[in-house]
Nanobody, 122 residues
Framework: QVQVVESGGGLVQTGGSLRLSCATSGSIFSIDSMGWYRQDPGKQRDLVAGITRNGNTNYADSVKGRFTISRDNTKNTMYLQMGSLKPEDTAVYYC????????????????WGQGTQVTVSS
């Protein structure tokens, strides 16, 4: 079993900051890539930021320069530092992890967290 748990969401005013965390635990050898996604009701889930096991990152254009993704491999935890928040950043934020159950990354499995609500008031 693998558990993926997000935390850190909440209500913040426009221009404020939040830091989300995503902790992974359970039957894994290591974590491959990780990513943050967000979803509004009735809309598709979109990628916000991703990070590979080597630390390479990518961001949605809408958050570049405002959000920073990072990971602590010793804790199997990923973070999303969000700054200069805007009302349009309001959404449920989900963490996706690709875990490996072998040293050579030949057995990869995808897991999602339950989501954490971020609300930015104007």
């Amino acid at each position: 079993q693998v558990q993926v748990v997000e935390s850190g969401g909440g209500l913040v005013q426009t221009g404020g900051s939040l830091r989300l965390s995503c902790a992974t635990s359970g039957s894994i050898f290591s974590i491959d890539s990780m990513g943050w996604y967000r979803q509004d009701p009735g809309k598709q889930r979109d990628l916000v930021a991703g990070i590979t096991r080597n630390g390479n990152t990518n961001y949605a254009d809408s958050v570049k320069g405002r959000f920073t993704i990072s990971r602590d491999n010793t804790k199997n935890t990923m973070y999303l530092q969000m700054g200069s928040l805007k009302p349009e950043d309001t959404a449920v934020y989900y963490c996706k992890v690709i875990v490996s159950r072998s040293p050579d990354y030949s057995r990869l499995y995808q897991y999602w967290g339950q989501g954490t609500q971020v609300t930015v008031s104007s």
